[in-house]
């Protein structure tokens, strides 16, 4: 057998120098595998961490507008109060239409400001859009698949209400045309005080005009056409286009304080709840929470009311100081 020679004290520098060289390349490996690790799962930058938020619960968001009161709100799924988002009283804004941004944010039409703001849940808030060619009254807002939005613009005389386009970062379409993206007047459909909309089961974008009492839905693309006007009745003021597929539609003509349901162009009516002021009155917003209950703002109450999809009465949502003539109401989050 040969003899192993002891190794020379170079040769052992040597070995040493080998593993102490492995032993950092390990420890390095074990540190970057640490930090790929942390910052691929860690909020990106300007991202909020949804769970913090709470949001496997919704958030309720509510534009209310009364003399010394321009308030954007905010509740729980349940009804509950939590915190005042942005308060444009002192700074002459009125809040009204809420459509969409993401998850944690919308975007607000803010009448007497000429301007759309971005707000988050978390109370920040920043200009998102302004236009020369957008001055006029402002009414709801809506958030397309395509994530673009449209807002009513209620101009004066009446033969000039129009609805405004904007893509996702709020870039007028178009640009600089004079005319808006939906005229007053467009093939068979006629804009006449129009206050509130819904994008149907069927990709359209459904109108409502108070004075006309009729319903206008337009084909959305490039040009915008119109699809149908239907007439409806009773001064339609609100419009949801629910997950079920049907359109709802709260009117408001004497004797016809009522809650319907329609097909997703409006037609074929039916009556849900109807003529009990003292729970429902002069309704205007609506929205569906996740578990697909109705919620209807009622002016003659100054309070949030729930239904169910068949329009029973549940409760009265909310009311107190800050459901005074709620505008528009979006649902955020939730399962």
């Known amino acids: 057998m040969r003899q192993q020679l002891p190794l020379s004290k170079k040769e052992i520098g040597i070995f040493k120098g080998i593993f102490r060289m492995k032993k950092l390349i390990f420890v390095g490996a074990l540190s970057y595998l640490a930090v790929f690790l942390f910052v691929s799962c860690s909020p990106q930058e300007g991202e909020i961490f949804h769970g913090a938020l709470g949001l496997n619960e919704a958030r309720v968001i509510v534009s209310s507008s009364i003399a010394g009161s321009q308030l954007i709100t905010m509740f729980d799924q349940d009804g509950n109060y939590l915190k005042t988002l942005y308060d444009y ?107 509130s909309m819904a994008i149907n089961s069927n990709g359209q974008l459904t109108v409502a005009n108070n004075v006309t009492s009729t319903i206008s839905v337009y084909n959305l693309g490039a040009t915008p056409t119109c699809a149908v006007q239907t007439a409806f009745g009773n001064n339609p003021r609100g419009l949801l286009a629910h997950s079920n597929g049907s359109l709802y539609v709260v009117t408001i003509a004497n004797a016809q304080e009522t809650l319907w349901r329609a097909d997703s162009q409006g037609a074929n009516a039916q009556s849900l709840f109807a003529n009990n002021i003292t729970i429902l009155q002069d309704g205007f917003a609506m929205a569906e929470l996740p578990n697909g209950n109705i919620l209807v703002s009622s002016f003659g109450t100054d309070s949030i009311v729930e239904f169910t999809e068949d329009g029973t009465y549940v409760k009265n949502f909310a009311k107190s100081a800050y459901t005074n003539d709620v505008y528009d109401i979006l649902v955020l989050g939730g399962n």
């Open 89 to 195: 009283t002192d700074i002459a804004g009125t809040p009204r239409g809420l459509a969409k941004h993401s998850a944690i944010s919308f975007i607000a039409a803010i009448d007497g400001l000429n301007q759309f703001d971005i707000l988050s849940i978390d109370g920040s808030r920043s200009v998102w859009s302004t236009h020369t060619q957008v001055t006029a009254t402002f009414y709801d807002m809506i958030q397309d698949s395509a994530n673009n939005m449209y807002a009513i613009e209620v101009v004066t005389p009446a033969s000039n209400n129009q609805i405004e386009k904007f893509d996702s970062m709020g870039k007028r379409i178009p640009i600089s045309a004079t005319t808006a993206y939906i005229n007053n007047a467009l093939g068979g459909c006629t804009l006449s005080t129009p206050t």
